[in-house]
């Protein structure tokens, strides 16, 4: 009876003798499917369509309510697979991304299967393939993550190992049936990190797409360019650019200059030139990519806004942070307006314009888009999803880059726990959380424990990526930057030069991150005092990345300033302003007016001016110095330092009252960044006794005076 409706019973029996009922989803569409099938099934005129008896009946409700499989509506194992994703939500929240990726690809392979002429012998044929497929589907990967034969704690790689373990010898008359299922396989396995595991089935896919009769040029190309992007992940950067150059060769012959697959083809290459250190020809070469994408998609198709994203990539790596954020707003501005704020689309565009912002120094900006992206994967996805440790973890990397190691703390923590738990502590993003929690552990001045989780993540990645992947060498080059810090330069010594030599033997001795090492292995010898050594270095450092970088690249404008501050500890004062007056030049160029690059050079100007005897000069520098700084967070310490600076110029000028003020502006400061009893702290306290002595205000002088008196013996 339909509520509100009053009918008596005469009326009902009316009803069952003319014929069934209404249909249940017609008069409570809102109804949940499964519970409209028990009821229909419960109603059923016939007998045999009934539940045979109330255990039955009972079972399919209660089946319902706990999110298990109701008969009545389902039976089979993707159904089982189905529910045991849902009653296991967090679980499957770490398994989706691999399992989602491995089913739509076997599916893919029937419905490709399905081009074929609809012969009869055809037929039987794509019936067998069909049969095989689901069978592998059902028996092979679904049985794998039944809860009553692994229990609850399976993972997507588990499943992903069983099932292909029993690939071998399955397709021998299909190769391009097993070529499709290898190709998914492999690439479900590079979406959970397993780069290793991935490539024989790469490979083996390859092989097979050559070998098939009726695999097309494009379906070839594609099995190739996965093949070439797990390489590219393995760090291997030269084999991948001549995996590539081999395929847009054939791209170009067989499908055009300008056909999609030719396209993409290059995107990749210019990307991998990139990794090469050939920064200004993969720039070049993308831009030529991004012209034909727009003239023959349109300027506002997804593919072109996809080529932008890459092109604003590569003006960031070329240094040109100011150009890459302005090409990432007008892709994030569409991707907003065309798909919507939580579109993946949208989501990875606004993470590349929140990075490119950092690199520019505007963290304010990059901050309140990430906060954006952490709710909106919290919204997607769940709050336990990795996507939402993974935007945790850049947050966390923000404000590293900001000097905020403090605020890091959470979402870093928050990171670790959410990535770990859904990928695995072997996936390279949790070891990067790791990674990153040794540099905050580091900012933070517990320098031993960031050195014991440095080695940590050494090791594993040792382990898990080998000895000389990309991300392995970068955590050896953090190793010696941290032995620096502690004062082990021996320590730090021996670990530069093994990266170096790796980084040229992997990357070449030109490569950016060769470079960099370089250059870290002179700042250690400038810390030995070394000092003929390691100007020698940053001459070759310098000139090569003049050469390689461009002389508007920001790490130019980088050694230009290290190579000042080897002026200033060996020549003359005068010498040193020129040098330094050169590296702000630059630095301002790269960075604008506002960085810690730039302010760090206006400080050191201002302590070449004092040198040269120029107050005034030192004063003016200093001063530019603190606006620059008060607009940086965190920087407070070095806020009290440059007032500190300005009081004894404005002293020495004779200025007393702006003397006093900056004196009591910097003990301020000081008195609540230090404490009462820092050295720094008693410093500015005896200045701003004699300033206000000299101003005659003995009372005063004689009260801070007396106070500073007192911490040092108390202290001593």
Request: charged residues 30%.
């Amino acid at each position: 009876r339909i509520e509100g409706e009053s009918r008596s019973p005469f009326d009902v029996l009316h009803d069952l003798r003319d014929g069934p009922p209404a249909a249940l989803d017609r008069v409570a569409p809102e109804a949940p499917v499964e519970l409209v099938a028990i009821c229909e099934r419960a109603m059923a005129r016939e007998r045999d369509e009934r539940y045979a008896d109330m255990a039955a009946f009972s079972g399919d409700l209660r089946a319902f309510m706990e999110q298990r499989v109701v008969a009545a509506y389902e039976t089979g194992a993707w159904a089982e697979a189905r529910k045991w994703l849902a009653r296991n939500r967090p679980l499957a929240a770490s398994l989706a991304a691999g399992l989602v990726t491995l089913v739509v690809g076997l599916v893919v392979s029937l419905v490709l299967m399905g081009r074929a002429e609809a012969s009869a012998a055809e037929a039987a044929r794509q019936a067998r393939i069909s049969d095989e497929v689901n069978r592998f589907l059902n028996d092979d990967l679904l049985a794998s993550i039944a809860p009553e034969k692994e229990g609850v704690d399976v993972t997507v790689r588990a499943a992903l190992d069983a099932a292909a373990t029993r690939l071998d010898g399955r397709f021998l008359d299909e190769p391009r049936v097993e070529a499709e299922l290898r190709t998914t396989i492999g690439t479900a396995y590079g979406h959970l990190g397993a780069f290793r595991a991935a490539l024989p089935h790469l490979e083996r896919a390859h092989e097979l797409a050559l070998e098939a009769d009726d695999t097309t040029t494009e379906d070839t190309l594609s099995v190739s360019r996965q093949l070439a992007k797990v390489t590219t992940s393995l760090g291997d950067y030269q084999a991948a650019h001549e995996q590539l150059e081999g395929l847009i060769a054939v791209a170009r012959e067989e499908l055009g200059e300008e056909h999609e697959a030719t396209l993409a083809l290059r995107s990749d290459r210019a990307t991998v030139l990139a990794d090469l250190g050939r920064l200004q020809d993969a720039y070049l070469e993308h831009a030529r990519v991004l012209d034909a994408v727009v003239r023959t998609k349109g300027e506002v198709h997804e593919d072109s806004m996809k080529a932008r994203g890459t092109q604003a990539e590569l003006l960031a790596r070329v240094g040109d942070y100011g150009g890459a954020v302005e090409m990432l707003r007008g892709v994030v501005d569409h991707g907003r307006t065309t798909y919507g704020d939580v579109d993946p689309r949208t989501l990875r565009a606004i993470h590349n314009l929140a990075l490119y912002l950092s690199q520019a120094g505007h963290f304010d900006e990059a901050e309140a888009l990430h906060m954006e992206m952490l709710a909106s994967a919290a919204d997607v996805f769940g709050d336990e999803h990795p996507g939402v440790g993974e935007a945790h973890l850049n947050l966390g990397i923000l404000y590293l880059r900001a000097d905020r190691p403090d605020d890091a703390e959470e979402p870093l923590r928050r990171a670790l726990q959410l990535i770990g738990e859904g990928l695995g502590d072997d996936h390279p993003t949790t070891i990067q959380v790791r990674s990153a929690i040794a540099t905050m552990r580091s900012g933070q001045g517990r320098n031993r424990e960031a050195l014991a989780l440095r080695n940590d993540v050494l090791a594993d990645q040792r382990r898990v990526v080998g000895p000389r992947h990309p991300s392995t060498l970068l955590s050896i080059n953090n190793l010696g930057v941290l032995q620096r810090q502690l004062g082990d330069f021996d320590a730090a010594l021996e670990t530069h030069t093994e990266v170096l030599d790796l980084y040229g033997d992997v990357f070449g001795p030109d490569h950016p991150r060769t470079l960099i090492a370089l250059e870290n292995l002179g700042g250690v010898l400038f810390s030995l005092g070394r000092d003929d050594e390691c100007l020698d270095i940053t001459l070759d450092v310098l000139e090569r990345r003049r050469r390689v970088l461009g002389e508007d690249h920001p790490a130019v404008a980088k050694t230009t300033f290290n190579m000042a501050m080897l002026v200033k500890r060996s020549a003359p004062p005068d010498e040193a302003l020129e040098a330094f007056e050169e590296a702000l030049v630059l630095l301002r160029a790269a960075y604008g007016d506002d960085s810690s690059l730039v302010a760090s050079c206006l400080e050191e100007l201002g302590n070449a001016s004092l040198a040269a005897g120029d107050t005034d000069a030192a004063r003016d520098r200093y001063a530019e110095c603190l606006e620059v700084r008060r607009g940086i967070e965190g920087d407070e310490r070095l806020e009290a330092f440059l007032l500190h600076q300005l009081a004894s110029c404005h002293h020495d000028a004779g200025a007393r009252d702006d003397a006093i003020r900056c004196g009591e502006e910097g003990l301020a400061l000081r008195r609540e960044v230090l404490g009462e009893d820092d050295e720094s702290t008693l410093s500015t306290m005896r200045q701003l006794g004699l300033h206000l002595q000299k101003a005659e205000r003995v009372d005063e002088s004689e009260e801070l005076l007396l106070e500073a008196y007192d911490h040092v013996l108390r202290l001593n």
